[in-house]
């Protein structure tokens, strides 16, 4: 299982960019799906999640309003789309995919297991 994430890079506060997790047909159909970051000497912190269903999203209160998630199964593609960006926005962002349909998922979606993880891309926001 691959996820492979894109699109990163370097904006100025107040910009805009989307990053992309490529995805295989059945993880992006069947598997609930997570964007983290991290900093060095951090904890890593979830910022959006999808339900496998696509029905439920998630998304941490530092973010909140900011980024927006979409899915495109003809692509395989999970996006998450990042506005108004700040400096506390820097970070290396990961993309996570779980097989958890559970009522606990939708309750805490970024404290799950997750199965498999991206290699991660770069934001920084200056």
């Known amino acids: 299982v691959q996820l492979v994430e894109s699109g990163g890079g370097s904006v100025q506060a107040g910009g805009s960019l989307r990053l992309s997790c490529a995805a295989s047909a059945v993880i992006i159909k069947t598997y609930s799906m997570g964007w983290f970051r991290q900093t060095p000497g951090k904890e890593r912190e979830g910022v959006a999640a999808i339900h496998m269903r696509g029905h439920f999203t998630r998304y941490a209160d530092s973010v909140a309003g900011r980024l927006t998630l979409a899915q495109d199964n003809a692509k395989k593609t999970l996006y998450l789309q990042m506005n108004d960006l700040k400096p506390e926005d820097t970070a290396m962002y990961y993309c996570?995919?779980?097989?958890?349909?559970?009522?606990?998922?939708?309750?805490?979606?970024?404290?799950?297991?997750?199965?498999?993880w991206g290699q991660g891309t770069q934001v920084t926001v200056s």
């Open positions: 996570a995919a779980v097989a958890d349909c559970s009522l606990n998922y939708i309750s805490r979606p970024f404290s799950v297991e997750y199965d498999y």
